[in-house]
């Protein structure tokens, strides 16, 4: 998909000296006191800034940060964390603008200012005309950086693009799909997706996208056990969605007519309670009793999973295959973790347990790729285009 790349003006000069407005996606999850509990997306947003500020221009940047109300400010909606954090890395103050859309505001070229939460702006989730309008005054260059919110249509993501004399990609916007391009439009093979997580709802439009693609499709968690019972297993009190049995077994047989496989675990860890003190014991997927709870897949499928992984070309992961937050269940998807880090595959991860887990395992390093995008994600890999990619495709024709 052709778009404008924000590095490419800049390196052109064309940044020096305009006012460039950048929207980031510094979502990030807070504790009760609003202390910042994990800065990833923080760090990556700065290379665009970073890269605007160098370049010569009036750099203003916003975000949304959860689903405030619009036109009703809280203390607790403020970006002033955010921009305090940021500038602890950065080395220098962020002053935050409130009350912005009207341009009544001041930033010379060599100036960064944050922009309070967009979303307190009326009209900005619904991408109202008259909110985009002002928004595309307030910019020569508008440069969307924010992955996370790109499966989005607002105002500061959509409108703004629409309106503003230019529209471009920021470097992480492009970053994060040129390595989905890498992974699923011209991957090297074989390719395997890990898609798991609880529920087969929430998550089949992947995988019957996936189903159309990959060589391999490791099934994990609650999606696990749906497919389990569409191979005739007993999976006990297990988390499942019998009413999706067609759609697994229709998944399963759409890999099979490609010559392609969903690995049904062949043994699996279970417990009579949910808990991390639970006792955890190994059984053959055909030995599950009717009062067990299946929380992890056993050694032998893990080790299975791990020698397919390790042979893989490209691998897609979603979701921890168990409970791995609790010990005894956690040792599928360490396993799954280390092979993905031992594969000398291009390896992308997304979606916000899979990243809890890379980081649990400390192999940030050893992923290719590790997507900021949550939803974003996902509907990539639902074979969506992405709002944001629409609009400045059509921006850069
Ligand atoms: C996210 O955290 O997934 C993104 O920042 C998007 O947030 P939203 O789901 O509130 O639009
Ligand atoms: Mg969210």
Redesign the pocket.
Known sequence: MQFIRFSDLCAQGKAKGQRVFIRA?L?VPQNDAGEITEDTRIRASIPAIQMALDAGAAVMVTS?LG?PTEGAFKPEDSLAPVAARMGELMGRSIPVVANWVDGDFAVAPGELVMLENCRLNVGEKKNKPELAAKLGQLCDIFVHDAF??AH?AEGSTYGIAETAPIACAGPLLAAEMDAIGKALANPKRPLIAIVAGSKVSTKLTILQALAKNVDGLIVGGGIANTFMLAAGLKIGKSLAEPDLLGEATAVIAAMKARGAEVPIPEDVVCAKAFSPDAEATVKAATDVADDDLILDIGPKTAAKLAAQLKQAGTIVWNGPVGVFEFAAFENGTKVIAQAIAESSAFSIAGGGDTLAAIAKYGIEKQVGYISTG???FLEVLEGKTLPAFEVLARRAA
């Open positions: 996606d979502n949304h689903r996370g919110t989005r949550g939803g974003a």
